[in-house]
């Protein structure tokens, strides 16, 4: 007996069962066969194969499908016989997938060629005869079938309830009579009879109901039963048929794989050709005609190992959208990953990173002695990224280019947000337990409940939450929703759905419907394409920069720069690409980088792993002649990094050189060791010590060798990636360093929308002197720009003021001229899109401050300002004209403004103080330095700050002790200060409104500062 209907959990929240489950209770209840069938998709196609042969169990591939018929969406089960009906069932799962939801009756009968048609009697398409017991019209229906399709089944399913046994037998005596066949079916949606709470529960996350909802489904029975059990409810003919459909269903996977599509070049050269041609150009074009035997020997390697893996045409498609970007003005990253360890990418353009002369290795990148997929990422700025996948896609065609699919899932904190609200408990009882998950990455409720000492007394103490944990943990990590992978595209030579099923998330093209993970075995390589906001800041400062001088060219800037260097050792790095964090500073500020290979060795030692190794770089930094080799050879290799492993590629050189190992066979090595795969690793250490032995080296040095390269294998980070980056690090910094106003006017540009990243880039300027010119409706547009040596505040960052009002404004004053006063302003712009509402917030945000009149004095003259506009305006038909002449302007009142109250409420639509605030007058008259709050608040751990005071709350703790719950601001942002009573009896007098205070303490990861000592400020 076989299953012929189960539907995992990719049927995205009508399923409680897992891959895993299905197939290995399958195992576990000895079936030969088992089917997976989910509903309109096949996401879960290639895990589940992957499962059944690991499991030594045969794979069923169905697919549940709706279909319109006599103007009803029915459901129909296809089950794969071979692997045209596979191919059939791809194509059938990419339509429903598409723009609509079911087949057309003549689109079944077309799939259902080489699959078997299984119609259901219960939730099918005989369902209303037969709870009509309507013998006619089931036999109708039975007959529409029977003249349509020519291999079909009519499923007895849910023979274990007595209204459907009843009803079944009805169906049993249709078919008889006409001489059709039937099947027993269970339908199943979860692995054991306890899981149905389980399924209902799912059930009411999809539906957004609660538990206690009557309208919610509760499917009893649909889980995995055993032969015996089906034997009970089942007739013996009809469960023999099971077996009888499972010998017939094959599919031999092997043949279902695809390639790259093929190049197109011109005049008829082939690929190889053309691209052994492109690279030698390439190179003469890179070093200037002046090519070394060294080059040439290399490039020659590289090729020949290309060739002969038959990847030209993959280089080529790389090249040719990179060419595209480059003709369209769109700048390409200098490289990124392993991929910049190759002479090819090189001389192709698609890198800017020389190998030879950082000493990177082509085998790191594709090696020839470990086949697989070369892994080409490209970064774009994140502004034009998407023109270059259009330009793919439109070259290849909309049948070979598609998007990857990657789940949503119920992680830790969501699920338990999902079943808490199914299950009626209240919100914020919710929220705090699932603030109470630790925020790590990759963090499950089984770790959250045994690091979290509050979780578990959460958890612990009310028996409704330890139900909720309960039903969270079996459902924690199912799919909940689709999306896309961030960057990656695949390209095909054969139509994508010959291949792969499909689905249409995004409406530009269609996705892939096996994750990532899948396509390399089907042939299709993931490349990805990613936008950086790093490279969309430099490409903005270069043209700036080329408005002035067109020769500028970032790729020819020195690489030893003395402000450059001058700025990343003072740690000014705020904006710059890997070099901005907190961590990464005081890195520097230990490193105190003097060249551009400091900055690469700083990117790399600056990760989880090689962290360990900081200390004893910068001792040997310090103190170079400290540092000993275990042999004489290893210095060529190690001595840019003092004697420390930094890099994969030196653990690779040391392989080469002293065991005589290929390169290829040494990345196989740093694979292993990275893995901690003992078995790999084992037999590697017996072909060093060998190979050091046969170049005659001690067996003793043979192992101090292998030991060393074993240390900083698990480590190593890739030099290749490390120079990419650090060159979009240096360029940045290069940028900041000698075009100042360019860089910060670009840098502010690419965080708008955020308030608190606004806030900070512009707190900066203040610091550097960068005058930030308050908006203007003369003057400002939808971006910061320069102004000479000052930066104007663009109207899109001013909340109410959409892109539509904008826009109105800037083509009124380009049409008409500028406005000339507040009333001239008024009456020229108030249409349907700039309100009252936005002219409201204009002056709030300064940006009618300059016709000289203080904005409390606008905002009381708003009315007189609307009428006016009102009497001026002459509509005719659709249009409407302006006539200033036609009534006098209304005189404008004269209020006293207060500084404060102006400097509030341009808080209130900016999000910060952009203008002249008490605090910042304060600060800069008695030179108080420090971090603006904007960048405490992100801190951790001990910091010291200054503030104003603008709340107090008192609290009384269960011992009855006062403490104080403080909210201090300045400039750039707010912070909550907790005040506990050991701190607060001995700083209760100085904790008053409107103080403006000293404090140190211990920031939480809330943004909560824990106070030990406040002080007030004393003006000098």
Not at 704 to 726: E, M, R, T
Not at 979 to 998: A, C, D, E, R, T
Request: proline residues 3%; contains cysteine; charged residues 25%.
């Amino acid at each position: 007996m076989i299953h012929l209907h189960a539907r995992s959990s990719y049927t995205l929240l009508d399923s409680a069962l897992t891959i895993t489950q299905l197939v290995q209770r399958s195992k576990e209840l000895n079936f030969s066969s088992v089917v997976l069938s989910d509903k309109n998709v096949m996401f879960g196609t290639m895990e589940f194969y992957q499962a059944c042969v690991s499991n030594n169990i045969k794979p069923i591939i169905g697919l549940e499908v709706s279909c319109i018929i006599e103007d009803e969406i029915i459901d129909f089960l296809l089950l794969a016989k071979n692997n045209d009906g596979f191919a059939n069932l791809m194509k059938c799962s990419s339509i429903v997938s598409g723009s609509t939801n079911y087949l057309e009756f003549s689109q079944l009968m077309e799939f259902s060629q080489n699959n078997i048609l299984i119609v259901y009697g219960e939730g099918g398409y005989l369902e209303q005869a037969l709870m009509n017991e309507n013998k006619e019209e089931c036999i109708r229906r039975m007959k529409l079938i029977s003249s349509n399709f020519d291999d079909y089944y009519f499923a007895v399913s849910m023979n274990d309830a007595s209204f459907w046994q009843i009803r079944n037998q009805l169906l049993k005596i249709c078919s008889q009579e006409l001489g059709y066949k039937t099947v027993a079916l269970s339908k199943i949606y979860y692995e054991k009879e306890e899981d149905a709470y389980l399924f209902k529960v799912v059930s009411g996350i999809r539906l957004a109901k609660t538990i206690e909802d009557h309208s919610l489904p509760s499917i009893q029975g649909r889980y995995i039963r055993s032969l015996e059990e089906m034997k009970q409810f089942y007739d013996e003919d009809d469960l023999n048929q099971t077996e009888e459909i499972g010998a017939r269903c094959s599919i031999n996977f092997d043949e279902f794989k695809t390639s790259l599509p093929k190049f197109k070049c011109p005049n008829n050269v082939n690929a190889s050709q053309y691209l052994t041609q492109l690279c030698i150009a390439g190179l003469k074009k890179r070093l200037n005609d002046q090519v070394t035997k060294e080059y040439t020997d290399r490039l020659r390697h590289e090729l020949d190992i290309i060739l002969s893996m038959k990847f030209e045409d993959y280089f080529l498609i790389v090249w040719d959208f990179i060419r595209f970007a480059k003709k369209q003005g769109i700048y390409v990253g200098p490289g990124r990953g392993s991929a910049a360890g190759a002479l090819v990418a090189y001389c192709l353009g698609i890198t800017h990173v020389d190998p030879i002369k950082y000493n990177l290795l082509f085998e790191r990148f594709l090696n020839p002695e470990r086949i697989s997929m070369p892994d080409i990422d490209t970064d774009f700025p994140d502004d034009r990224r998407d023109e270059v996948i259009d330009y793919v896609y439109q070259t290849y065609g909309k049948e070979h280019v598609a998007h990857i699919v990657t789940f949503g899932t119920l992680g830790a904190k969501q699920v338990l947000r999902d079943v808490g609200r199914v299950l009626e408990i209240p919100l914020r009882e919710i929220d705090v337990i699932s603030k109470a998950v630790p925020f790590a990455p990759k963090m499950t409720l089984r770790r959250a409940y045994k690091e979290s000492a509050y979780l578990r007394q959460l958890i612990d103490a009310d028996k409704r939450y330890t139900e909720l944990f309960r039903i969270a943990l079996k459902l924690e990590g199912l799919p909940r929703h689709t999306s896309t992978h961030a960057a990656g595209v695949v390209m095909s030579n054969l139509p994508l759905n010959q291949v792969v099923p499909t689905i249409q998330i995004e409406q530009d093209m269609v996705s892939t419907q096996y994750t990532m993970e899948y396509l390399e075995s089907i042939g299709l390589i993931k490349m990805d394409f990613l936008g950086l906001r790093n490279l969309t800041i430099i490409d903005d400062v270069v043209k700036m920069i080329q408005a002035k001088n067109q020769d500028f060219a970032i790729l020819q800037i020195p690489q030893d720069d003395k402000k450059t260097f001058e700025i990343i050792r003072k740690v000014d790095t705020m904006g710059i690409f890997q070099l901005e964090s907190d961590g990464m500073k005081n890195l520097i500020r230990k490193m105190e980088p003097t060249c551009f290979n400091d900055i690469v060795a700083t990117i790399a030692l600056f990760r989880p792993g090689p962290m360990e190794n900081i200390p004893i770089y910068l001792e040997a930094k310090k103190n170079p002649s400290s540092i000993q080799y275990i042999h004489p050879k290893l210095e060529g290799i190690l001595k840019d990094t003092y004697g420390i492993m930094i890099y994969q590629e030196q653990i690779m050189q040391v392989a080469q050189i002293m065991a005589g190992f290929s390169l290829g066979k040494a990345d196989i090595l740093r694979k292993a060791m990275s893995k901690k795969k003992a078995s790999d690793i084992a037999l590697m250490e017996k072909d060093f010590i060998d190979g050091c032995l046969r170049n005659g080296y001690t067996k003793e040095l043979a192992h101090q060798l292998f030991d060393l390269i074993a240390k900083f294998a698990g480590y190593g980070f890739g030099k290749a990636h490390s120079v990419a980056y650090g060159l979009v690090a240096y360029q940045l910094a290069y940028l900041k360093a000698n075009y100042p106003y360019e860089f910060y006017c670009s840098l502010l540009n690419s965080v708008i929308g955020s308030e608190s990243k606004t806030a900070e880039y512009i707190d900066e300027c203040r610091r550097k002197e960068i005058p930030i010119l308050v908006p203007s409706v003369n003057t400002s547009s939808f971006t910061f720009e320069l102004e000479d040596k000052s930066i104007r505040f663009p109207l899109l960052a001013i909340k109410n003021v959409g892109g539509s009002a904008i826009e109105e404004i800037v083509n009124e004053r380009e049409a008409n001229g500028k406005f000339n006063d507040f009333h001239d302003f008024v009456a020229r712009i108030l249409t349907r899109k700039v309100n009252r509402k936005i002219i409201e917030s204009l002056i709030d945000a300064g940006a009618l401050d300059e016709f000289k009149v203080n904005r409390k004095s606008l905002l009381a003259s708003l009315d007189d300002a609307i009428r006016y506009a009102d009497l001026v305006r002459i509509d005719t038909g659709n249009q409407s004209r302006i006539d200033l002449g036609l009534v006098s302007k209304p005189i404008l009142y004269q209020i006293k403004e207060d500084v404060l109250e102006r400097s509030e409420r341009e808080k209130a639509v900016l999000g910060f103080y952009l203008g002249s605030h008490p605090i910042l007058e304060i600060k800069k008259k008695l030179g108080i330095e420090g971090q603006p709050l904007v960048k405490l608040r992100q801190s951790q751990g001990f910091v010291k700050g200054f503030c104003c005071i603008s709340k107090i709350r008192q609290h009384r703790t269960k011992k009855g002790d006062l403490m104080a719950f403080v909210i201090g601001y300045d400039e750039t942002s707010d912070i909550d200060l907790v005040v506990m009573p050991n701190v607060y009896q001995k700083v209760q007098p100085i904790l008053v409104k409107g103080h403006y205070v000293f404090f140190e303490g211990k920031m939480d990861d809330k943004g909560s500062c824990l106070v030990n000592t406040v002080r007030l400020l004393e003006e000098k």
